[in-house]
């Protein structure tokens, strides 16, 4: 596991999280009325609460500060797991990270007794820069414990429930298909996808819990269980065709006020405006996480990058290998100068040589 590498904007004594995450996190626009993302947990949580003979419970306001312990260890997830690594999760300290998924909650859930439950919540990871990823998105959860049933009749409850709520977002003639997967707390694993505009579409992981996540969470030896999760963002993009998912983080009146509780509306884009790029190259030094990059240059550019592609890579005896990225910048309401573009770029550049020690080229 790496622990060498400090970001300069990590702050609140965490040990890399950086200060736009923080304020991230105490956004909820899950719980924001007429909001897409509010509109598509409600649809999932009326689904479940309208199913005959199930009494899901919901949560939507679980503290996103979680142990290590929950969010790995009782979920199996093996110790050279990348998703336990600083270059990918947020730590808080050594014990604690931002949760990456909302899973972190199911065994806690469980020894509370719960048996059927539904969670949605914000989850943070350091990943990639483009159109459908950001640092900081939603997921919702949902797990079934029933009693005495085969592992076949499960794997079918599993798959006739998700399968209803397909129905219920997308329509009744919606075409789907199961494909194997593997989840370090599932077994067996699915993923599910649609068919959307001539496309197939990842809409969900799931499976049967395994034994030992049961275990944890203090459940009987009779007793087995189901879960699945799902992004709110990648189905929110498709049910309102929002094409970039910083929309989400908009208070630009122009994208509020075209929606309204509990409709599903198109998205009409009312930002034509062009994209500039600049292009930054490095030799990279021992250690280099291209994650670390990426969370550098969101926190100087904000929500002004739109992507970050690494656009070339190459290695000369002596030297070393180099990196080169071009970095996309757009705002979603304005035009952006070629001036103040080149401002940014140089603190990226700036900041990079300083926090990352990479040597410039």
């Known amino acids: 596991m790496r622990w060498s590498i400090r970001l300069c904007a990590a702050s609140r004594g ?3 999280v950086p200060e736009e995450i923080w304020k991230h996190r105490s956004a909820g626009l899950h719980l924001r009325s007429g909001h897409p993302l509010c ?5 999932i949580e009326d689904y479940h609460r309208n199913l005959p003979e199930r009494r899901f419970k919901f949560w939507s306001d679980l503290d996103s500060v979680t142990s290590t312990k929950a969010c790995f260890d009782d979920l199996l997830v093996q ?3 990348p998703s336990r690594r600083i270059s990918d999760t947020y730590y808080v300290n050594g014990n604690h990270v931002l949760r990456p998924h909302m899973t972190a909650h199911d065994v806690q859930l469980l020894r509370q007794g719960e048996r059927e439950f539904v969670i949605t919540g914000d989850v943070f990871r350091r990943d990639a820069i483009d159109r459908s990823h950001f640092p900081v998105f939603h997921q919702t959860d949902g797990v079934r414990v029933l009693n005495n049933v085969s592992s076949e009749s499960m794997v079918q409850d599993l798959q006739e429930t998700l399968q209803g709520l397909v129905s219920h977002l997308f329509g009744t003639d919606t075409k789907t298909r199961w494909i194997d997967a593997y989840f370090p707390f599932t077994d067996p694993s699915f993923e599910l996808e649609v068919e959307w505009n001539g496309e197939w579409l990842e809409l969900l992981g799931c499976g049967l819990l395994r034994r030992g996540v049961l275990q944890a969470g203090n459940v009987r030896d009779e007793e087995i269980g189901w879960a699945y999760g799902l992004g709110l963002e990648r189905l929110a993009m498709v049910l309102f065709e929002i094409p970039d998912i910083r929309l989400f983080w908009s208070d630009d009146r122009r994208f509020v006020e075209q929606f309204q509780p509990g409709k599903v509306t ?7 405006h062009p994209v500039c790029y600049k292009d930054v190259s490095f ?11 990426y969370e550098l240059v969101r926190t100087v550019g904000g929500n002004l990058v739109e992507r970050v ?10 030297t070393g290998k180099s990196h080169c990225y071009r970095v996309s910048y ?3 309401d304005r035009n952006l100068t070629n001036s103040e573009v080149d401002v940014l770029q140089e603190r990226v550049r700036k900041a990079a040589e300083r926090t990352l020690r990479v040597t410039l080229r």
């Open 266 to 272: 198109t998205f009409k884009p009312y930002s034509k």
């Open 283 to 293: 030799w990279l030094p021992h250690g280099f996480h291209e994650n670390d990059f």
């Open 309 to 318: 592609e690494l656009i070339d890579d190459f290695e000369k005896p002596g």
């Open 14 to 16: 965490s040990l890399n």
């Open 79 to 81: 110790p050279d797991h």
């Open 330 to 332: 757009r705002s979603m």
């Open 39 to 43: 509109t598509t947990r409600r649809l």
